[in-house]
């Protein structure tokens, strides 16, 4: 089974998106859950995670101040809220666990931030 994302689409600089992500069949409850986003010819890079009990959090430099991740137990979902969106956050963006991915890549779910 491999994670869905979902919540992606197309926003002007400066507005906001909300990812979610879940994986139907699976738990998360046990797993440090990351976020991740891979642009045009550049490698997947580190975007967000969270413990499994939600209580540590850490975010690269890069969003610092502008993303926060965030996750609902009951339901298994891990949410990503975008605000202040730049167009360099345009990219393919993905979940799994962390450190090591323990399911397959799933789709994926596009964001595209215009100028």
């Known amino acids: 089974v491999r994670p869905v994302e979902s919540g992606g689409g197309l926003v002007q600089a400066g507005g906001s998106l909300r990812l979610s992500c879940t994986a139907p069949?699976?738990?998360?409850?046990?797993?440090?859950m990351g976020w991740f986003r891979q642009a045009p010819g550049k490698e997947r890079e580190f975007v967000a995670a969270i413990s499994w009990n939600g209580e540590s959090t850490s975010t690269a430099d890069s969003v610092k101040g502008r993303f926060t991740i965030s996750r609902d137990g009951a339901k298994n979902l891990v949410y990503l809220q975008m605000d202040n969106l730049k167009p360099e956050d345009t990219a393919v963006y993905f979940c799994?666990?962390?450190?090591?991915?323990?399911?397959?890549w799933g789709h994926g779910t596009q964001v595209t931030v215009s100028s």
């Open positions: 069949g699976r738990t998360f409850s046990s797993y440090t």
């Open positions: 799994n666990s962390r450190p090591r991915a323990a399911w397959p």
